[in-house]
């Protein structure tokens, strides 16, 4: 476990903490398994990583744990920190796309299981 973020680190945590993405808690360097996630939000089961230039060419690894992981149900997005500081803005928007997936295939506490009759909610 790094105990100093990378700059790009730095930056996506202060996106990410205090719940200023939808409400959703993200945790930073959070354990699953044998794996150590960047960033996490376990109500979502989304992790986001950052891959910095030691990472570039571990593909296959990153393949592999990928798969680790999402065999326990977590979804991971990826993102290198050149694209966080090229353009800050597609990677936020990149988030908040993957939260809105994320919440919308879990529903609400209130929800009904049973969908809506034929017709209704269209």
């Not at 790009?8 to 903490?17: D, N, P």
């Not at 945790?27 to 992790?47: S, W």
């Not at 990153?62 to 999402?70: F, G, K, P, Q, V």
């Amino acid at each position: 476990m790094r105990h100093e973020p990378t700059k790009a680190e730095r930056k996506l945590w202060r996106w990410l903490r205090d719940r200023r993405f939808g409400d959703h808690k993200f945790r930073r360097q959070y354990p699953v398994g044998r794996y150590v996630l960047d960033f996490y939000c376990h109500h979502l089961k989304l992790a986001i990583e950052l891959d910095g230039a030691p990472d570039e060419f571990r593909s296959e690894y990153d393949e592999r744990r990928t798969a680790e992981l999402r065999g326990y149900g977590i979804t991971v997005v990826r993102f290198a920190n050149d694209d966080l500081r090229a353009d800050p803005d597609i990677v936020a928007a990149r988030i908040q796309y993957a939260i809105t997936l994320a919440a919308g295939a879990r529903p609400s506490p209130g929800a009904t299981r049973h969908p809506l009759p034929e017709g209704e909610g269209e």
